[in-house]
């Protein structure tokens, strides 16, 4: 196990090497740069963006890297914590939690089916299924509905119990909150979104008190005292026996965790662990975006391992296992109301976590642009609000330095698309003399989109070679391409989608002190998409294309300087919603094959 000495030792080499990548890069990028435009007000703009476009390209290269030669050192095909998922004859009690949302009949009733549908691969013993559940926002305290949709529920929780063996007690259960009034979001809502679900839920498994839960249904009562509680999504799916994989890994695994009870933090060992996320073995993409991207591996993911097998501390994304008496020592009342949106990392920088590749749950990636770009929106807005926090002096001195990294590299991606946009800008105002510019970043976005792919370490690191393999290198290297295009095609509307996500977490945490809580579920994103599959929709969802085409129309025609770079722009960036909706459309056959 890495010490947090080492670890940051560890920290300041990556760091390191990620610098002399990017001195290496603005060497070669400003070779580019026009003459002319080194004693220009663009100046400063230029600098400024090929740093952030660097520092991505350099971030995906140093770990592409690191990754390759840990693989040809190790040749490990699984990173698991230090215990083995052993035998236990005596297992904990855990509760395996859905928190969701009741917003409509055609909901509650999916949600039912889904818990469903993980008891009949993870039914162990001692443990019990639930929903944590919460009527979606209103401008009101209570609907006409709501009765309608928790007894839904209730009935779908007593159905799922009549239908266990005879003898069995019951293994379902129903956590529910009313809307409390959020002043932050000017609305009814459930407490502090699903942060405010677990740490209730927490709190009734120590205490037993129900506090702002108004109904308790089913086994919940059974689930008081628990150990250990599993979440997910209410769109993940648990790998069948991987709730007992899970259990007996943190079993063995907490024998090794130490918290400092004075910092409120894990001192050692790791108080969550997360499984692997993939593909659905069944996978059939419903559009050529969704197959598009269920080709290419994501940069998260590797950055995921480097952090996993350098520093022996991953990046909690919100769905594994954790123990409740460290949650509750560590992060007990710990973050004020209304200020955490994302709350994943910055609970994972507390709880320190950990990634288990013996077992995985399934994923799907986004149907449509409109739905990638909602959720990056969200995200986005979530990061930066949370390294915002990060920086008040009580909370920044009790973080270690990978937190620091996490965070602000997390914070930084919203920054790339506008910092290729300017470049691209700024190159056009040099005509022909932009050209060698306006190259050298989309040859870094290309090093960037393919860097990850080429040894097949990553897959093998966590065991997915096969998956690798099967996918074929055509057809990897046609969905990369596919991307890249698609990436400089939509580009304008990317800025504004992480930009705008920036500005509004750091508008809201430092002026208005509103909407800090806006969340849209990733089912509510993925509805909204599949009904609106128009062009019309997608030319308003790239009205920032719209906007750049219009503005560099504008200054051919009167200017007449743009060049060809200029014309070729004005028609990539006016096919971009085309494209976008072609992507977009359902098809019907979409498997690997």
């Not at 610098?19 to 060497?27: D, E, N």
């Not at 046609?478 to 992480?498: D, G, K, Q």
């Not at 579920?521 to 906007?547: F, I, K, Y």
């Amino acid at each position: 196990m890495i010490n947090m000495r080492e670890q940051s030792v560890w920290v300041a080499s990556f760091i390191f090497l990620v610098a002399v990548v990017v001195v290496v890069l603005l060497f070669f990028a400003l070779r580019f740069v026009p003459m002319r435009s080194a004693v220009s007000p663009t100046f400063a703009v230029i600098l400024i963006s090929l740093i952030i476009v660097c520092i991505d390209v350099a971030v995906c290269v140093v770990t592409q890297a690191l990754l390759y030669l840990t693989f040809l050192r190790r040749r490990s095909t699984v990173i698991a914590p230090t215990a083995d998922a052993t035998e236990c004859p005596d297992p904990p009690l855990t509760a395996f939690v859905v928190p969701a949302l009741l917003k409509d009949e055609a909901t509650a009733r999916r949600l039912i089916a889904k818990l469903e549908s993980h008891a009949k691969s993870n039914l162990e013993p001692r443990l019990y299924l639930g929903l944590l559940t919460d009527f979606s926002d209103a401008s009101v305290q209570r609907l006409p509905s709501d009765d309608q949709l928790l007894e839904i529920a209730i009935r779908g929780i007593e159905l799922l119990n009549r239908h266990l063996p005879d003898g069995s007690e019951p293994r379902f259960f129903l956590l529910h909150r009313n809307r409390t009034w959020s002043p932050a979001q000017v609305t009814w809502m459930g407490h502090e979104r699903k942060r405010g679900k677990l740490n209730d839920l927490n709190d009734y498994i120590a205490t037993g008190n129900l506090g702002r839960f108004t109904l308790a249904h089913g086994a919940a009562s059974s689930i008081v005292g628990a150990s250990f509680v599993i979440t997910l999504d209410e769109d993940n799916e648990l790998v069948p026996g991987g709730a007992q994989v899970l259990i007996r890994h943190m079993m063995n695994h907490s024998h090794d965790l130490m918290i400092d009870r004075q910092r409120r933090s894990v001192a050692k060992g790791h108080a969550i662990l997360q499984p692997f996320s993939k593909l659905p073995d069944d996978f059939a993409a419903s559009t050529r975006f969704q197959r598009m991207l269920g080709y290419c591996w994501s940069d998260a993911v590797r950055l995921e391992l480097v952090y996993e097998l350098l520093f022996g501390e991953g990046s909690f994304i919100g769905k594994g296992i954790y123990s409740v008496d460290a949650f509750r020592a560590v992060l007990g009342n710990r973050f004020p109301d209304d200020t955490i949106l994302a709350h994943d990392i910055i609970e994972g920088c507390f709880l320190r976590s950990r990634m288990v590749t013996d077992v995985y749950m399934t994923e799907c990636p986004p149907s449509g642009l409109e739905e990638d770009m909602t959720r990056t929106h969200r995200w986005n807005r979530g990061d930066w609000q949370s390294w915002i926090f990060a920086l008040r002096r009580d909370v920044r001195d009790e973080l270690s330095l990978l937190s620091h990294l996490k965070l602000v590299d997390n914070a930084r991606r919203a920054l790339v698309p506008g910092a290729v946009l300017a470049l691209i800008m700024c190159a056009l105002l040099e005509d022909s003399r932009g050209y060698g510019l306006v190259s050298f970043v989309i040859v870094l976005r290309l090093i960037y989109l393919f860097a990850g792919w080429l040894p097949p370490s990553t897959a093998e690191l966590v065991g997915q070679r096969e998956v690798f393999m099967a996918q074929g290198l055509a057809q990897r290297s046609y969905a990369e391409l596919m991307r890249a295009f698609l990436y400089f095609t939509v580009v304008p509307s990317l800025a504004w989608n992480t930009l705008s996500a920036a500005a509004k977490a750091t508008w809201r945490l430092f002026v208005s002190g509103k909407y800090t809580l806006e969340w849209k579920t990733a089912s509510a994103s993925a509805d909204e998409s599949r009904h609106n599959q128009g062009l019309l929709r997608h030319v308003v969802l790239l009205a920032p294309n719209v906007c750049a085409v219009t503005l560099v129309g504008a200054l051919g025609l009167i200017f007449g300087n743009i060049g060809s770079l200029g014309w070729l722009l004005v028609f990539l960036w006016s096919v971009g919603p085309l494209l976008s909706w072609g992507l977009s459309r359902t098809i019907h056959d979409s498997r690997w094959d």
